[in-house]
């Protein structure tokens, strides 16, 4: 679902998240522990560090998060979200990688947390679990891997755990091979339209506001105002078929 790359090197995180994106999460990116701070709401309290023992002077303006390609920046302040996983470089600038971790851990948050790193070595990596990291994946990395680990992740980030295989009223969905099926044909969804049956799907019958799923299945430069999920809807319903089984319950969202 929401995906948060905090990656230093540009041309990686940009590579990350577009390989993200293609596999149906949403995804921001920044490039240094301050914005990834900032992005989930926990910058503040004790002073951060950049390093052991090396304390952050007076607050600086926190990177901006990379608009996906053909979008313009906004222009008000971004955060904080809820995400379901953290891609996390440990050598990140301005707050390191560690500290994040530190921070998000102590905050008791549910976004999982793996940390991507060219420090492979089995002393790192027992070091970087023990700062609260769920995974640990050395660069280089085999994106395929990525995705899987992601995907892993985020199903242990739900509460109670979520099955691989989603099933409701003859719709079937295996989030691990990434099918759907209604009644034993594919629905060829794309990724987008994917994800918001996933949601939907999960909520077990209990409906899903439009806010929700813009939120949880749309990157943090989606227009709100735009009428993306009505649009994703609308095509997702049609894939369904006859009956329909998504109903719209005014002022309130969506219901399976």
Do not use: N
Not at 5 to 24: H, I, K, N, P, S
Not at 148 to 166: G, Q
Not at 218 to 239: I, N, Y
């Amino acid at each position: 679902m929401r995906v948060l790359v905090a990656e230093d090197e540009r041309d990686l995180a940009a590579l990350v998240a577009t390989g993200l994106r293609r596999a149906g999460f949403a995804v921001d990116t920044v490039h240094d522990g301050e914005g990834a701070l900032e992005l989930m709401g926990l910058y503040g309290g004790p002073a951060e560090t950049v390093g052991p023992g090396e304390p952050v002077g007076p607050r600086a303006a926190p990177a901006p998060v990379g608009p996906p390609h053909g979008s313009s920046a906004f222009s008000e302040p971004l955060g904080p979200f809820v995400y379901d996983v953290l891609v996390l470089d440990r050598d990140l600038p301005r707050v390191h990688g560690d500290d994040v971790a530190r921070r998000l851990v102590a905050a008791g948050s549910r976004t999982r947390i793996l940390m991507l790193t060219a420090a492979t070595a089995v002393d790192d990596r027992v070091e970087g679990l023990d700062l609260g990291a769920d995974d640990y994946l050395g660069k280089p990395f085999d994106f395929p891997e990525l995705v899987s680990r992601v995907r892993a992740l985020r199903r242990r980030s739900a509460r109670p755990a979520l099955p691989p295989l989603l099933e409701r009223y003859g719709l079937a969905m295996d989030t691990v091979r990434r099918t759907a099926r209604r009644d034993g044909r594919d629905l060829d969804l794309s990724p987008k339209e994917f994800t918001v049956l996933q949601i939907l799907l999960e909520a077990d019958g209990a409906a899903v506001s439009a806010e929700e799923l813009l939120e949880r299945a749309w990157d943090a430069h989606a227009d709100p105002f735009t009428g993306a999920v009505r649009v994703c809807m609308s095509k997702l319903r049609a894939k369904i078929g006859e009956p329909g089984l998504i109903r719209t319950v005014q002022g309130v969202g969506y219901v399976l």
